[in-house]
């Protein structure tokens, strides 16, 4: 398994507080690492600061703290709604990562201790709603990185299955699953395995896992009783995209087990790219592939752009096609 060692650790002191923080602070504290104490997690001073050249260095820091405010979010794509969860911000380096137009430099990982108060949050809710709802966890992070950490997502996934009415549902580009595999979840979580090309991963998702590694993540979280889908996502328009995502969905279709196929739901996400990401990946790693492609790309919002529509809706019919080629007995959730 794959774990992350931190270069440095910022800590409140409410940390302390929590078994889980004082276990944290003590692990690598046994690992000579050096531990600061700040006096938010949001308001770093010597980091709020730092050139762009310095956001790989950033992402090899861990802070850990207290989530705020926790307040549910309605949601009309992979849940009902979203939880702000134990985590935010990841190790990656995915040259797209839409965190990075939020935080900038500062979407280093960031763990939260009172993940139980998290969890009455969405036990009001479920309450409230009084019929069954699907919730997002970890949608600022990717939570089977951060059970590497801290145990938290396995911790969760045992918490719904003791619910009623409640599907947990989480999306990763990781494989370390295994703490997964027999948590007692009661057929009460799903998750999203996100995918992209080979060339893809290798070019613009640094960290992350290999596209085998997730279809054999896949494969075990089926045979562990989760339901299984794909996030495709995003959707890279570069040079030659067309035999790249053919490829991946031969390889899809060739390694998913047949029962995987068989319940499979897919979500298609087409790329939305930022300036602060155009200025930071310059800046930190300016060998890295240029995803602005203004040719190809018009503006979103401020700051962020995103498919002309004739690219986005001819690439939208291919990979209708593709799915219906290789994995016909899939749905597809949404495409957006």
């Known amino acids: 398994m794959r774990v992350f060692i931190p270069t440095k650790v910022y800590f409140e002191q409410e940390v302390k507080e929590y078994e ?12 000579n690492i050096p531990l ?5 997690h949001h308001k770093i001073e010597e980091l709020r600061h730092q050139p762009d050249k310095e956001f790989t260095r950033m992402k090899k820091y861990l802070i850990l703290g207290t989530r705020k405010t926790i307040k549910l979010t309605p949601n009309d794509k992979s849940a009902d709604f979203i939880v702000p969860f134990t985590s935010s911000g990841c190790t990656a380096l995915c040259l797209y990562c839409y965190l990075v137009c939020h935080y900038k430099t500062n979407s280093y990982l960031r763990v939260f201790l009172n993940r139980d108060e998290m969890m009455n949050k969405v036990k009001q809710t479920i309450n409230k709603a009084g019929e069954h709802k699907i919730y997002e966890l970890g949608c600022n992070s990717d939570m089977v990185l951060e059970n590497t ?12 299955g003791k619910l009623e009415n409640a599907t947990a549902t989480f999306a990763t580009k990781f494989d370390m ?31 992350t896992s290999s596209l085998i590694e997730r279809i054999h993540a896949a494969n075990k979280m089926l045979e562990a009783g989760y339901r299984v889908g794909l996030n495709i996502a995003p959707i890279i ?13 031969q ?27 155009f200025n930071i990946n310059a800046a930190s790693m300016p060998k890295a592939v240029d995803l602005l492609n203004k040719d190809k790309m018009r503006l979103k919002s401020p700051g962020k752009y995103t498919y002309r529509n004739e690219y986005r809706n001819a690439a939208e019919s291919i990979l ?8 016909p007995e899939a749905t597809i959730s949404y495409i957006v």
């Open 149 to 160: 950490i801290t145990g938290n997502l396995r911790w969760a996934i045992e918490e719904f």
């Open 20 to 31: 889980q923080g004082r276990e944290l602070l003590e692990r690598y504290e046994k690992l």
């Open 177 to 207: 699953v295994d703490d997964l595999l027999k948590a007692k979840h009661n057929g009460h979580t799903q998750m999203r395995v996100s995918v992209n090309p080979v060339e893809i991963i290798r070019r613009v998702e640094f960290g």
């Open 237 to 249: 328009l570069e040079d030659g995209w067309e035999l790249m995502y053919e490829e991946m969905f």
């Open 36 to 40: 600061i104490q700040i006096e938010a």
């Open 251 to 277: 390889q899809l279709a060739e390694q998913l087990l047949p029962k995987l196929k068989g319940q499979l739901f897919i979500e298609i996400i087409f790329m939305t790219y930022g300036l602060p990401n």
């Open 320 to 327: 209708r096609g593709y799915i219906e080629k290789y994995l």
